[in-house]
């Protein structure tokens, strides 16, 4: 069965460093999302992408946040000059088409800000 | 006020029994819904996908809507230990993202 593959399963990073998150979504779609669940609480929503463009993002996904496809295969989540508080699981989902698809979820990345 | 509220739990019942796992949502525009299993150090994995109101079942597994009540709910019949995980409610907004709920823990022991 496909499935939303995604590394590393653990980045370790310094306050203040950047960090690239990736992700290989399921091959036949084309609606990416990115997730985050801090320690806790529940799965919070952060962005969505569609067409190679953001379709949609929360208050968290501000100008610290910046996603990119670069290639046919993958897309990324970038998080610049990381604080502590953005220590949590990030999963990136992906669904078929733009409109009221299920979303299937990768396993995520746990992000450990120190 | 809170998009979607679900019962955290723990829930802790024997192998064999029926489990009803339950959420309430806020917004009575909502029409689509999804139940996720999340098992340790796993991301969320799509049980069940429903529209609008009734009932849908797969197998073990029903889920069903009461848009009247704005209540969801997945029953489990004829638990397993393997059932053992964290029960997501997710309810899909116009935007085309996912609200959850707080997830409820479900041990089914043998």
């Known amino acids: 069965e496909p499935e939303v593959t995604q590394t590393p399963s653990h980045q370790v990073t310094q306050m203040g460093q950047e960090v690239i998150l990736r992700c290989v979504p399921i091959s036949n779609h084309l609606y990416f999302y990115w997730y985050r669940q801090i320690l806790g609480q529940k799965v919070e929503f952060l962005v969505s992408?569609?067409?190679?463009?953001?379709?949609?993002k929360s208050e968290i996904f501000d100008d610290q946040f910046s996603v990119e496809r670069p290639d046919g295969s993958n897309f990324t989540l970038k998080i610049r000059s990381t604080k502590l508080e953005d220590s949590a699981m990030y999963f990136c989902?992906?669904?078929?088409?733009?409109?009221?698809?299920?979303?299937?979820f990768g396993d995520g990345t746990r992000l450990s800000i120190l | 006020q809170k998009e979607v509220e679900q019962d955290p739990g723990p829930l802790s019942v024997p192998e064999g029994a029926i489990v009803s796992l339950n959420c309430t949502y806020s917004?009575?525009?909502?029409?689509?819904f999804m139940w996720y299993r999340q098992y340790s150090r796993k991301g969320p994995e799509l049980l069940m996908y429903t529209y609008s109101s009734g009932n849908k079942e797969d197998g073990r597994f029903t889920a069903q809507v009461d848009k009247s009540s704005k209540y969801i709910s997945l029953f489990i019949r004829d638990s397993q230990p393997s059932d053992s995980a964290t029960y997501l409610c997710a309810i899909l907004t116009g935007a085309n993202n996912l609200f959850f709920g707080t997830g409820t823990r479900l041990t089914v022991i043998p």
């Open positions: 917004n009575s525009a909502f029409q689509y």
């Open positions: 989902a992906s669904s078929r088409d733009r409109d009221n698809q299920p979303q299937h």
């Open positions: 992408f569609y067409n190679n463009e953001i379709s949609e």
